[in-house]
């Protein structure tokens, strides 16, 4: 039976058209698909701006939440309610934005208790790297009371959730946006105070700054991350986990070897499944389903290349999940 996809030939826009299940890729799992997600890495692909899609033609989507259809794994039954983040979805196999794909049993993971499918996606992979990073700063070290943590690009999906995340946890947030119209939305999520995006990306002036955060979580990179860097107390632990202000980092070594910082990569694409499983445990424990609610719209499959052209524009605020059935 057919079915709805958002594919990428590798040039131009992708185009929402249909396919059939002789289309599917290799995989011992099928997955009736109900809910997807919408990522800064989703924009690229969707919009063929980025080179996100390696293996064209390829359905976009790095992420998925629906019901096992079929298995050849002991592992998964038909039934079973699964979620898939990163494992190369929409970069080297075929992702989320469809009624059915085809995996690898190994990349799935069972839905937490606690989240429904749809709320796994209001998490997504935005939501599941803000975890990744807590979990670094805390294996760093980082406890509630230590001092001010400040999250950069607080607007957006990561930024969201790791703001609540952190909140929840007891640490003092900073949110740093570009955004005051957000000022509300964030203060509504655990934001205690904030800091102006050109704040943090001014062209530094000295090697070090007053040392402020006590720990950071950094989507952004660049000028930002750097900034973040100078100011960062002694020994405090970074978790850097993206790039939309660019991949550059434009700073000395002094802070990490007059102050001791910590600069802490998260990658949430290859992570190991207990990892992850770890994650989702924690978020389905620390993360108030009324606030991923909260920062939560849901739209159809067919506003996702309009999405896409959104996020990439800095137009959305927190996350949005794609109802594929839609």
Known sequence: MPVRAVVST????????ELDDEDLPDGDVTVDVAYSSLNYKDGLAVTGRGRIVRRPPLVCGIDLAGTVAESASPDWSPGDEVVVTGWGLSETHPGGYTERQRLRSAWLVARPPGLTLAQTMAVGTAGLTAMLCVLALEDAGLSAG???VVVTGAGGGVGSVAVALLAHLGHRVVAATGRPALHE?????GAADFVTREELARAAERPLESARWAGAIDTVGSTTLASVLRQ???GAPVAACGLAGGDDLPITVLPFILRGV?????DSVQCPTPRREQAWAR???D???DLLDRMTTVEPLTAV?????DILAGRTQGRVVVDVRA
Do not use: S
């Not at 590798?10 to 058209?17: I, N, R, V």
């Not at 939305?185 to 999520?189: E, K």
């Not at 910590?262 to 998260?266: A, S, Y």
């Open 146 to 148: 230590d001092g001010e």
């Open 287 to 289: 993360l108030d389903p």
């Open 305 to 309: 290349p309009r999405l896409a052209e």
């Open 232 to 234: 960062a107390a002694y």
């Open 10 to 17: 590798g040039q131009g826009p992708a185009q929402l058209t």
């Open 262 to 266: 910590r600069l802490l990569g998260v």
């Open 185 to 189: 939305y964030l203060r509504g999520l």
């Open 283 to 285: 978020l389905a424990a």
